[in-house]
Nanobody, 127 residues
Framework: EVHLVESGGGLVQAGGSLRLSCAAS????????IGWFRQAPGKEREGVSS????????VYRASIRDRFTISSDNTKNTVYLQMNGLKPEDTAVYYC????????????????????WGQGTQVTVSS
């Protein structure tokens, strides 16, 4: 069973930065993808970014492409989401999600592509 734990959320002023972490465990192979999603109050969950472990291929939501960076540290089994230039509209609960892939499988920014979810971490950006 894959287990995910997010951390790093908090309250930040507009223009500030946060780095979210997703510590993952339980994968049965090195072929997997991890995605970051967010859900604001009253809105649907949306995909933010994803990374495929075997080749570090990344995908970004267009609205955050120039401000957020996803990366991974395989020695720590952790995926990061560096968020710069935060805006009030980035306020949401951020979740990481994972899926074990079967080559040449892939996963992008749709919730249905992922099988495992963390508990979420709150990000609040004040204006």
């Amino acid at each position: 069973e894959v287990h995910l734990v997010e951390s790093g959320g908090g309250l930040v002023q507009a223009g500030g930065s946060l780095r979210l972490s997703c510590a993952a465990s339980g994968f049965t192979s090195d072929d997997y993808a991890i995605g970051w999603f967010r859900q604001a109050p009253g809105k649907e969950r949306e995909g933010v970014s994803s990374i495929r472990n075997r080749d570090a291929r990344t995908v970004y939501r267009a609205s955050i492409r120039d401000r957020f960076t996803i990366s991974s540290d395989n020695t720590k089994n952790t995926v990061y989401l560096q968020m710069n230039g935060l805006k009030p509209e980035d306020t949401a609960v951020y979740y990481c999600a994972a899926v074990q892939l079967t080559p040449p499988g892939d996963a992008g920014l749709f919730s249905i592509e992922y099988d495992y979810w963390g508990q979420g971490t709150q990000v609040t950006v004040s204006s």
